[in-house]
Each structure stands twice: as C-alpha cells, then as structure tokens.
C-alpha cells in the first residue's frame, strides 16, 4: 500500500493458456488401458514446466529490469539483439536461457509412466541467440497493461514407459506473470523520449519553454522599467526551468517526480529570486549545498508554493497593440501641405472645376447646279472668280446630349452655302460672261457639354448654384466668338470642330472648415488599433502595418460620407479621399519597411533555431499564457511508482561523484547549457543587418536616440568618450539646424527659433529630449506665430522624422558600438565585484545605485521597425540549448504479490547473462540523457532601455558546456 492509501498492485490467479496444436506425437501404440496414466503424466509434467517457465520469466525480468539493455554489444549475443528494441530482446534471450535452466530436470510420475519436459539448447553463437530470442514472444497484460504476457515455443513433453517413450507432444505455454518489468522500461523511454523531443512535440522543451517564458517575460519588463537587470534570462534560470520542466515530466510520465528533485527544484527557486537582482550570479560551492544539500532531506510531498518570482508568477497572454498614430499625422500634414504641394487645394479646386466642350456634326442634305458651260465657236477664256456665300437658319435650339455630360447650349442650324463661279470670255474684241452656281444645303447639330471635373469616387457635381458662373463662363470659352452660328458655318464648311475650356469657382466651404472636417477623420484613422500576439511580431512573423492597413481599408466606407451632387458635399469627400489615399500610401511604406526587418529578422533567428522549431516556442509561449486545466488523472494507473534520481537537481556546476552518492572519484556536469541573447545591442552586427535592409536607411551609422542612450551610460575619460560626445553634438546640431529652418519658413523669427530650441541639458539628454519629441513640444508651446501650436507642432514633428533618417543625424556606428562594449565591461566587472564583496553598507549601496543607473543606460534589444515614427515596440530573442544526463534513473514499484519491490535502473552499467555457466556479456544500460532546444521572445514597449542582455556576453555557456556540441 502506497501513501495515498490504495493497493497499488496485485493479480489474483494465474492465467495459463495452453496452445492446442501438437507439433510431434507418439511413435508408439499404446493400449487403451494405458492411456489415464499417460495424461495424468502429461498433464503433471505440463503444470511442473509451466510453474519454471513463470518461475524463469520472472527471474528474467528482475534481471532485465536491474540492468536494461539499450546499447547492444558486439558480441555473439548483443549481435543478436535487434537495434529496434534492445531492451525486449535482450530480456528474450535471458528469459528463454532461465527456462532451458529451470526446465531441465522437471518431470512428473504416474504409476509406471514418467513425463519430462524440455527445450531445445542454446549454440553460444549469434544466430543460437538469435533462435532462442525468437523462441519468446512478451508483451504488456494485465490491468493498465502493468503485467507481462509470456509465450515460448518448443516445450517438448515426453512420457516414457519401461525407458521407452510412448507420447510426445511439443506445446507452446502462454502465461502471464505479475512483473511490470515492461511497464517500467516502457515509461522511463517515454520520459527520454520526450526529455528528447523539439520543442514542436509535447515533451521537456515546450514545458521548460513555459517556464523560460515566464521568467523572461517578468524579468524583461522588470529591466524595461528601470531594474538593475543586466541578464535577463541566465544560466542559473535556464537550469532551474530544465529541472522543474523535468519534475513535471516525470509526474506526467510515471504518477510521481523524485522528492528530492522536488526539494532542490525548491531550494534553487528561492536562491535565484535573492539573486536576481545581481543577474542569478553567485559561488558554486555556496549553490551547490543550497540545491543538492536539500535533495537529500526525505520529503514524501513537494514543497506547496515556490519562491516568488519564479515560474509560478506566469504573465498574462502577451501581447503588442500598434496603432496608426504617426502615419495620420503625417498623412494629414502630406494632404494639407504643410510641407511641399497642397493637395488639399489641388482636391478643392478640381472639385470646383468645370469642364466644357463644343462638338459639331453635319449632313448633306441637298445640292442643286445651274448654268456654266461653254460659249461655244472660238471664245478664249481669259478669267474666272468664284463667290462663296452661307447663310445661317437655326432651326431648333436643342443639341444633342452626350453620356456624362450635361447639354449646356446647342441647337440644330440650315446652313446653305451657295458657290458661283464667273467666268470670262473673249473673241477677238468681243467678251462675254458665264455663270455656274452650286448650292448645297447642309443639317448641322450643334452641342455644348459641360461637367464638373472628374474625380474617381466622387459623384459628377451639379452645373447649377454654386458651379452655374464657372459653367457659363467655361462654355463661353469653349464657343468662342461667332457664337453657335460661327461653329455651324464652320462644321458646314467640313472642318472638325471640337473646342473645349475650364473654368475653376470660388471654394464652397472656408479653408478652415474643409480643414476642421479633414481633423476628424485623421483623428477617428489616429485611434485604430491591432493587436498581435507579441511573440510573433518579435520574430517578424506578423506585421502589425499590414493589419493596420487591412483594417482601415475594411473602415474606408465608414470614413467617408454619402455625399450629394453639391459642391459642398463633393469637396469634403474629395478631399477625405485625398487623405485616405495619402496614408494608404504612408501605411504600405511601414508595410514594406517592416517586411524587409522582418526577413532579417528570420535569418538572425534562423541561424540558431529552425523556423518549424521557432513556431513550437511559441505555441508553447501562447500554452504559457493560457494553460488548459490540468487533468485529474494518474499516469501509472494502479501501479504505484517511484522515481529516484542522481542527481536529483541536475546542477551546472561540477560536482564530485561521492557527492550524489555515485561511485568513484571523479567530477560530472550533471547540465549544461547554452543561451544566446540575438539581439543584445540595438546596432549589433545582428541588428545593423536587419537595418540595412531598410533602403531609406544608411549602414555604418546608428540612430542618434541610441548613441545618445550609450553616452549616457558612459563615463568621462572611457575608452572613445570623447569621439562619441562629438559625434552626439555634431548629429544633434545638424537636426536642430533643420527644425530652425522650418520655424523660420512658418514666419518665426531665427531668434525666436533659436531659442524656442535651446536647452540647458547635457549632450545626452539633449539628444534624447530632441529625439524623443520633448524639446518640439515646448518649441512649439513657446512660440506666438501665425501657425497654431498644433499645426507648429505637426510641422516639426514631419520634418524631425526626415532628419532622423538622415545620415548627418546618425552618429557612427563603430564609434557607438566600442563605447557601449566598454561600458558593458566595465559594469559586468563592478556587478562580479559587488558579489564577491558581499558587504551591505552604505558606500556598497550607493556603488550599486551608481551602478543601476549605468545599467539602465545601456540599450539593448532590436527596434519593431527602427525607422522614425514606427516604432511599435523593442524586441529580443534567446536562443537556449540543454543537455543533461542523470547518472542514475531507478523506477520502482511494488508489486503487492510478497514478492517485493521491482526496481528499473539505468546506470551506465554493463549488461551480462549467464550461459553454461560463462558470462555473457549482452551490451549497456545507457544513462538517461536529453537534449533539447528552444527560443524565447520578449517584447516591451517602446522606451529607452529596450530589453535586453547588457553585460557585454550575448553567448552564455555553463561551466560544462561542451564548444564542439
């Protein structure tokens, strides 16, 4: 009976199965009177071989199950082991070598009859393995599949007679045995199998992925909001995630985890939250008896809370909300040309603009010819004058009408035009005149369009009120002089006629109206939000402009109006339109700027983790954020187990074999690991190849807010100080410079500009005050101008994120880059100092307040998307690498039979059995070990600090961690 009070094991009665089929009979005839006595010696003999068979079987699997073959020999018997399931095979042939053993010799008398049973002997030689492994067939039974069902082939009964035999019959027993010895193997290779799985599978990963993530997320938006945070996931993290992941597994995979593992797992979790604050640092030795001395205390039930600060403070499903903010302004400044053409004005003017056209046709309807011809005789002729004459009789003022146009004027006109020709005549001094008159009558249709001028999703607008002088004079214009009469000559005369003119109407609606309507729609474009699963944007697998920009398309209907024909109406919709084009444009840049992050993004990370393995971390993020309810079930059924491990806390540190009670003298690495922190600095060669791909963006430089950020971390006479105050100063100077510019073009005087701009701070803070909009807020308060301070401000806003981009803005990124170096060595130093000092006065917390201040100085994490204007949030990735072996892993249970307990031990021992007396050696029980990898996202708001390792190391090995792995 286990602690939980319940019979964990039992059978009652043996199953045995005899098989029917009779492979050889008797060679002698018997008479019929002898019979009883050959099958009660039968039948005796039967029950003997059986009772050894178990008695064998069970022996086997004790054997099997204190050394487990995993790692076939090379051997005559290990090559008889199959690689596919050593372990089964092996206990095949022990068991089968038991049975010959215990079988010999078993026989059963009645009257004058003796039965013997026997089986075929076992040739020391691979293919003699071979025969006698597939002489045995076992396989789980029993409730919850905790026994073990036996079949062996060849048990050959004899009955012998006065020394003859008179039956044989060879029989094939079938039993069942109460030994879990499958059970147990079967479950320790499903804990190996999942300690083993990528973290796309269930298993070790993804739980201590959970468990990373937990902590990670804590401690990142601890060091995002000013903790003196310098690693923010460590190796003392990783390893304690790895043990307790472990501990879970074991309970998922066996009912029970090792109460020393949970004693340890205890112990280091309240370690690492007193050390937390100094990045988890401490001795070995001092971590080694915090974590091992504790496994060895007997505790039946794990510890009921773990220390604050660990995994069980999991964070709410993480998440980044991205709004357009930004882009509306600069769409609204773009649109009411606040810098550069005025498409506000082009949007009105063209919606008060009329268009309109003269069109003309004729047909012949008549021709009529009189007179001409010739005198006659000898006339000569000496001359000739043609007159030409049109007269013009409107017969109809209705032209005709055209598709998409309105019929301003127009009519239908007679024209006829009469062409006479004189000719000359003489004969000698004789003259004479002949006359030839043609007249031809023609029907012209005349026509004067007009129409507003067309703008795509706006309605034609109407000619009358406000557009009725704009139309008239367009039409004017577009007749020109000889008025209708003029154009019907000229169509009659069989010349093209076809003329067309503009005329453009005072606005319907004051600048500042058509303005104030514009506001509100940037404002309601300003407030639309998405949100993302923040690991996902970290890994560049969303893109949080593209749902901004699917979903203001899917509002665009909602953002306009349902307008009328009227000029009024038309021009607001026109120039909403205008601005809605202007930020599809500006939301489609941040679209492909992010895209172009994000494929470099993907190559950073890839370069450490698969993207299949990538999407496993973070489902295993999203299972973090949202666990399902546990199960109330026991993995192991009925069958009470027990795991006992050594280590049972799997430390980084070295550690001596007597130390978890191992044999021998020497030291292990029960753990070792590997993180790498991606992004540890925001213009890192990880981060400048993700930058480069921005095209508007030059390479060799860094953002002036970062440099700023590491100048501040800095101290005065460090290793190039002085180059990167300089260039700070030259980069802050070049972009106030432009910000007086544009002061200067809004009617402030240059004075005034200056000193609306001037500040009192240090080169740092006023770079960051430029940068982070400070300095453009109280400018803009400041001055009393033409401009509003709205407008002022969106001004400055506009042109300060060009200037950024600019490469006069952008201090050098070696120059940065040796500066933030240094200074991250200087404060891993002082944080190894301050440990080993281990001294609380008041000159030791007045270093670590100095210290924290650096600290907090030191950018780190990559910018979503480091591009003035858009950037939503900073990210980081590390990239964690496990690999641990127990020395010893025993699984035990008892089997509620009297027998005893059963133990399964994998130890790295070596596996033998025993054939005609000589040892055999049959291969090795493996220790088990694992492997496994994952990545975990972290992203914060945008701010200053980022997230982000900043002790100089982004690779951080464990003492054991082996470089060629």
Known sequence: MNDRGRVPFALVGVLLVLTSTTIAVTTVTRPPEASPHIDDAMQGATAAAVTELRGAADEAAREAAIAPVTDPADTPAGRAIGDDEPFRDALRLRLYLRAVERIDGTETTRGSVTATASLPAVDPTTAGYRQAIERVEVERAGEDDAAMRVEIEGVRLRAIRNGRTVASVERSPEFVVANPVLALHDRTERFERRANAPVTKPGLGQRMTTRLYAIAWIRGYAQYGGADISTVLGTRHIELSTNDALLAEQRSTFGEADPGGENGVSAAAGRVATTDLIAGLGSEPEWQDAVLKTTDEIRVNPPPERSVGTWREEPDDPTITVGVNASADRAFVDTIGVRGRDRLDDAVERVHTVEARVEASSDLRSRNQWGGGSPGGNWTHTGVRTDTRTSTHRISSRGPSETGWETVDGGTFEVTRTRTVTRRWQRGYDTMTTRETEERIYRVEVAVHARTAPIEGVPDGRLDGHLRDATDRAAEDAIGNGGLDGIARRAAGGRTVRSTARATASPSMERAAIESDLGTVRDRTRAVRVTLPAPAVGTGRANPAERLHRKIGSQRDELLIDADRTARERTRL?????????????????????????????????????????????????????????????????????????????????????????????????????????????????????????????????????????????????????????????????????????????????????????????????????????????????????????????????????????????????????????????????????????????AERKRKKKLGKRLGAIPAGLPLAPVPGYWYATANVWY???????????????????????????????????????????????????????????VVPPGPRGVGDTDGEPYKYSPGWDSGV
């Open 574 to 842: 026109a120039v909403r339109l205008e601005y809605l084009d202007s930020l599809d444009s500006e939301l489609k840049t941040r679209t492909d700027t992010f895209d172009a992050a994000s494929d470099g993004i993907g190559d950073a990370v890839g370069k450490h983790i698969g993207s299949d393995r990538l999407g496993g971390a973070l489902d295993a993020h999203r299972a973090a954020s949202n666990p399902s309810a546990d199960r109330v079930s026991d993995p192991a059924g009925h069958l009470s187990m027990a795991v006992d491990t050594a280590p049972s806390y799997l430390t980084t540190s070295e550690v001596t074999q007597d130390r978890i009670d191992e044999p021998g003298a020497g030291t292990i690495y029960p753990l070792s690991t590997r993180s790498i922190n991606v992004f540890s600095s925001p213009h890192g060669q990880v981060a400048d190849g993700i930058v480069s791909r921005i095209p508007f963006l030059g390479t060799g430089r860094v953002s002036l807010s970062t440099a700023a950020r590491t100048l501040a971390a800095a101290e005065a006479g460090g290793g190039r100080y002085e180059e990167l105050e300089g260039d700070v100063e030259d980069s802050t100077a070049y972009v106030r410079g432009e910000l007086i510019d544009e002061l200067v073009d809004t009617g402030v005087s240059e004075r005034d500009a200056r000193a609306a701009l001037r500040t009192d701070a240090s080169t740092a803070d006023e770079a960051l005050m430029l940068t982070n909009g400070t300095t453009i807020e109280r400018a803009a308060a400041k001055i009393d101008g033409p401009a509003t301070t709205e407008r002022l401000e969106l001004r400055l806003r506009t042109r300060l994120d060009t200037e950024l981009t600019e490469a006069a803005a952008r201090p050098s990124e070696p120059t940065t880059t040796e500066a933030q170096q240094r200074v991250q060595a200087e404060v891993n130093t002082e944080l190894k100092n301050l440990l080993a000092d281990g001294i609380e006065n008041e």
């Open 880 to 938: 964690v690498t496990v690999d641990g072996q127990y020395e010893r892993f025993a699984v035990w249970t008892n089997r509620g039979d009297g027998t005893g307990a059963t133990t399964y031990l994998r130890d790295g021992r070596t596996a033998w059995v025993t054939h005609d007396g000589d040892e055999r050696r049959l291969g090795t029980s493996e220790q088990v070990s694992f492997r496994t990898q994952t990545a975990v996202v972290v």
